[in-house]
């Protein structure tokens, strides 16, 4: 598959999180990340209202900030 490069602003924590996690999971964060923006335009939805969906879900099925680090930091 084709890819590019684009650059996104995130918080200071989470760019110390994906650049410290190893390269195999920064694939999986950007294919995940990849994905997701590929629905904006698919769904028309708002970008903000796709990462408050995935937020919602995640915490739905139990995901914590301290367990999604633990999932990052493997």
Partial sequence: METQTIRIRVSPEAAQTY????????????????????EVNRG???LEEIM???SRKAQQRGMTPDILDSILNE
């Fill in 52 to 54: 408050s969906d995935i």
């Fill in 44 to 46: 028309k939805r708002s």
């Fill in 19 to 38: 650049e410290s996690a190893p390269n195999e999971q920064q694939r999986k964060l950007d294919a995940l990340l990849s994905l997701k923006l590929s």
